[in-house]
């Protein structure tokens, strides 16, 4: 028997969710208590336990989440043809993301996220993976143009995710996020620029 989903429920979902991911921003993972986001969500603590069997899987409902509403940001919009506005774009969005969601700009420092089951953590890492490979790609394409001289690609998209973490993280001379996103650029795009000599 096939099981349908109502609008309704899908709206409800989208709300807990919503709830989930406010309280893991403000709070560590042991101190969410489900009852706190079935309250911030307006539904009663059964609702929430219709869609999610434990906090874990609440969990790991915003984390895919997350990692699915960055990606799809990376992808969606037009592509500059030169591959440094191109890297600055893919900055700017992934800084504009983080800024937005606390959650999950906290959640990218992390090696694993929270959840303690397998297979949580190795969707969690498939859902990294697939970050750095948006990232990766740009540097790819623009190595490929001859802009960039990429030698570890996987390496260096992991290195630009690093910097934009560390900027936003300790940005100690209060910088707003187009000059964060500028200095990240002047930095990286100097640094994989290839040699004319």
């Known amino acids: 028997m ?9 709206r409800r979902r989208q709300a807990i969710v919503r709830a989930a991911e406010h309280q893991f921003a403000e709070k560590r993972f042991d101190e969410v208590l489900m009852e706190d986001v079935a ?5 009663g603590k059964g609702t929430l336990y219709r869609y999610f069997e434990d906090k874990e899987s609440l969990y790991f409902a915003v984390v895919m989440e997350g990692f699915d509403a ?5 992808r969606s919009g037009d592509v500059p043809a030169d591959p440094v506005e191109r ?4 900055v700017a969005s992934i800084v504009g993301y983080l800024r937005r969601d606390r959650f999950f700009f906290r959640l990218m ?9 397998r297979g949580f953590k190795s969707a969690w890492k498939r859902r990294r993976a697939a970050l750095v ?14 802009t960039f001289e990429i030698r570890h690609l996987h390496t260096d998209a992991q290195i630009l995710l690093g910097m934009v973490r560390s900027c936003m993280r300790f940005n100690e001379q209060g910088l707003d ?19 004319e000599s």
């Open 2 to 10: 096939i099981e349908t989903t109502t609008p309704a429920q899908t």
């Open 39 to 43: 309250a911030e969500a307006s539904v």
């Open 70 to 74: 960055l990606i799809e940001r990376l």
């Open 87 to 90: 890297l600055q774009q893919t």
């Open 109 to 117: 420092g992390r090696d694993e996220g929270e959840g303690r089951r």
């Open 133 to 146: 490979d948006e990232v990766a790609q740009v540097l790819r394409d623009g190595a490929q143009a001859g």
């Open 177 to 195: 996020d187009d000059q964060i996103v500028a200095e990240i650029v002047r930095i990286f795009a100097h640094g994989v620029r290839r040699d």
